[in-house]
């Protein structure tokens, strides 16, 4: 699962249908809505290949019409609940304006977790959240004035020292990139990376959590592993 999926170009249909991973209810284990029962779509390819990306988005192969989703969502979705959210894979791979749309006209919030490399044109709402974890040099220039919030994975041993944040590639292990840094008004939250090995993790932890008291961004973890949810 770490980091194994093809690098798929974005597919702008109608957004008809979409090639859906799964729904899933949960709490939300990151950003900030941390904590908040959510319905969360994960859809499925992504345009890039983190090597260390934690998540399986290429093994359905559901791609349910629209309704049908909207009827999934709402299955899974306790009346209590009023957070969408979409991820993936990479949600801006494919045409999810009329999901959002839909979503929003029945009184929904929808949170995105994006990798900010792609954009779709998408209402403005301000029940309409957009996450970014950036892993690229240069994001997408119509998704900047978009985005909520940043949300950067940090490893120890690959961080500028001067403001905490990633200085290495996330598509080629070892190799130094500085990726997009955030613009100066804009919510910072930084979040340990995942490897899979509890003495790394250990260090990404310490990393982060120092970064976030020396440069005032916001710790995240990912609860959900915490909790063993999905
Ligand atoms: C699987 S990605 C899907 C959404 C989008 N493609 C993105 O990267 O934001 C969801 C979140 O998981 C984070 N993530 C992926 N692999 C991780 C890992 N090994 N450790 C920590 N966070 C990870 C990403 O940075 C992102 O914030
Ligand atoms: N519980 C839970 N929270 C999450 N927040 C972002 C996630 C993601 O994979 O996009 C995620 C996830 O996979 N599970
Ligand atoms: S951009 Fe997101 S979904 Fe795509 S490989 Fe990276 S972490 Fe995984
Ligand atoms: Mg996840």
Redesign the pocket.
């Known amino acids: 699962m ?1 980091g194994g999926n093809p690098a798929r170009a974005q597919e702008m249909g109608d957004g008809a249908s979409l090639w859906i991973q799964e729904v899933f209810y949960t709490l939300q284990g ?2 900030p809505f941390a904590g908040d029962p959510a319905v969360f779509v ?1 859809t499925a390819g ?1 345009n ?1 290949r ?1 090597y ?4 399986d ?1 290429e093994s359905s192969t559901w791609r349910p019409a629209l309704a049908d989703l909207i009827a999934a969502i709402e299955t899974h979705r306790p009346a209590h609940c009023d957070l969408i959210v979409l ?5 801006f791979r494919q045409n999810i304006a009329p999901l959002v749309q839909q979503l929003l006209a029945r009184g929904l919030r929808v949170q995105i ?4 490399t792609l954009s779709i044109p998408l209402p403005v709402d301000d029940r309409l959240t957009i ?3 950036p ?1 690229t040099k240069q994001l997408h220039d119509a998704i900047v004035p978009r985005i909520t919030a940043y ?1 950067y ?1 940090l490893a120890a041993g690959e961080v500028d020292p001067d403001d905490g944040l990633p200085m290495a590639s996330t598509q080629k292990a070892g190799q130094r990139t500085r990726l997009f840094r955030p613009p100066s008004n804009t919510r910072v939250f930084v ?6 090995d509890a003495v790394a993790n250990r260090a990404h932890q310490a990393t982060a959590a120092g970064i976030a008291m020396r440069h005032g961004y916001r710790l995240c973890l ?1 609860l959900h592993k915490l909790l063993d949810l999905p």
């Open positions: 770490f990151e950003g994960r992504c890039i983190c260390w990306c934690d998540t988005f991820t993936g894979g990479e949600p977790e994006t990798n900010g996450v970014c974890s892993k949300k994975v979040m340990p990376r995942d490897d899979g990912q």
